[in-house]
T-cell receptor, first 113, second 115 residues
Framework: DAKTTQPPSMDCAEGRAANLPCNHSTISGNEYVYWYRQIHSQGPQYIIHGLKNNETNEMASLIITEDRKSSTLILPHATLRDTAVYYCIVRVPNSGGYQKVTFGTGTKLQVIP | DGGITQSPKYLFRKEGQNVTLSCEQNLNHDAMYWYRQDPGQGLRLIYYSQIVNDFQKGDIAEGYSVSREKKESFPLTVTSAQKNPTAFYLC??????????????FGPGTRLTVL
């Protein structure tokens, strides 16, 4: 699985959009981009994933560049409850049954009142 | 409600003692995983299992053991051979079907402190 690079921390004002970047320049053609978040002392939670098209769900939007070497997770109206560590992961969803998922150190997002 | 449970949430043990962490899921997932997280660090894979009675070592399996006697259960034993066992332990499960999503569902974690 390709590795990812994320900024260690970001701040965002409450109510504003939070844009979290991720670089994955070595991503291969069959690897998807997944985002998880981990609120302090809890297990990570799946947010969204995509292959090459932009995706949106009730939690967030995912923008993937045309060359697929980077992506941005967008939380449109950040709330204090969005304060968490956000992990960007790239992987093949079903690579022979075993899904090795490498979680780096992620981006610690602090939403400020 | 479907989900993953880990117990206990906090666990204290004396150095040199083995300890078993529980992980149960009722999501009917085939695959289960154990991760370790140290302060300010990402998750590191200890063991994983795709099917009952089969499991594989992850990146940091030394000092740990697991069993998968039932689909729903994947207990982790932290043995006395693990040199730095104090950490936050997370269990996860997922499907392994041909669908694209196959995201991992995580339990609430067990914080182990060895005194």
């Amino acid at each position: 699985d390709a590795k990812t690079t994320q900024p260690p921390s970001m701040d965002c004002a409450e109510g504003r959009a939070a844009n979290l970047p991720c670089n994955h320049s070595t991503i291969s053609g069959n690897e998807y981009v997944y985002w998880y978040r981990q609120i302090h002392s809890q297990g990570p939670q799946y947010i969204i994933h995509g292959l090459k098209n932009n995706e949106t769900n009730e939690m967030a939007s995912l923008i993937i560049t045309e060359d697929r070497k980077s992506s941005t997770l967008i939380l449109p109206h950040a709330t204090l409850r969005d304060t968490a560590v956000y992990y960007c992961i790239v992987r093949v969803p079903n690579s022979g049954g075993y899904q090795k998922v490498t979680f780096g150190t992620g981006t610690k997002l602090q939403v400020i009142p | 409600d479907g989900g993953i449970t880990q117990s206990p949430k906090y666990l204290f043990r004396k150095e040199g003692q083995n300890v078993t962490l529980s992980c149960e899921q009722n999501l009917n997932h085939d695959a289960m995983y154990w991760y370790r997280q140290d302060p300010g660090q990402g998750l590191r894979l200890i063991y994983y299992s795709q099917i009952v009675n089969d499991f594989q070592k992850g990146d940091i399996a030394e000092g740990y053991s697991v069993s998968r006697e039932k689909k729903e259960s994947f207990p982790l034993t932290v043995t006395s051979a693990q040199k730095n066992p104090t950490a936050f332990y997370l269990c996860a499960s997922s499907t392994i079907s041909g669908r694209a999503r196959n995201e991992q569902f995580f339990g609430p974690g067990t914080r182990l402190t060895v005194l």
